[in-house]
């Protein structure tokens, strides 16, 4: 399994940046989806997760509630993060992640993209 995380970059606060991963290695509508993300010195952290299929079920950190939004494509094989009202806090590498079994509950584990990092200037 392969993950590919584009759209990252430098935006000023109070922009938006939308983040996409694109699958590869194995059927993406079967298996759950995260964005994750790492600021320096600290620790990764979830951002939000989508679950296999129709991503009925979604978790958002609260953190980035009401400004992140996570979705899929399954016809892409790509997990999309819409992130609106970004502030410098939110400056980390943003990770995609699929876990081995495809399952909600185990997305933190199994695979991981190879980050892309957004820059939120105040």
């Known amino acids: 399994v392969q993950l590919q995380a584009s759209g990252g970059g430098l935006v000023q606060a109070g922009g938006s940046l939308r983040l996409s991963c694109v699958a590869s290695g194995r059927t993406f509508n079967n298996n759950a989806m995260g964005w994750f993300r790492q600021a320096p010195g600290k620790q990764r952290e979830l951002v939000a997760k989508?679950?296999?299929?129709?991503?009925?079920?979604?978790t958002y950190a609260d953190s980035v509630k009401g400004r992140f939004t996570i979705s899929r494509d399954n016809s892409k094989n790509t997990v999309y993060l819409q992130m609106s009202s970004l502030v410098p806090e939110d400056t980390a590498v943003y990770y995609c992640?699929?876990?081995?079994?495809?399952?909600?509950?185990?997305?933190?584990?199994?695979?991981w993209g190879q980050g892309t990092q957004v820059t939120v200037s105040s």
């Open positions: 989508i679950s296999s299929g129709r991503g009925d079920l979604s």
């Open positions: 992640n699929t876990p081995i079994g495809g399952s909600y509950v185990r997305v933190g584990s199994g695979y």
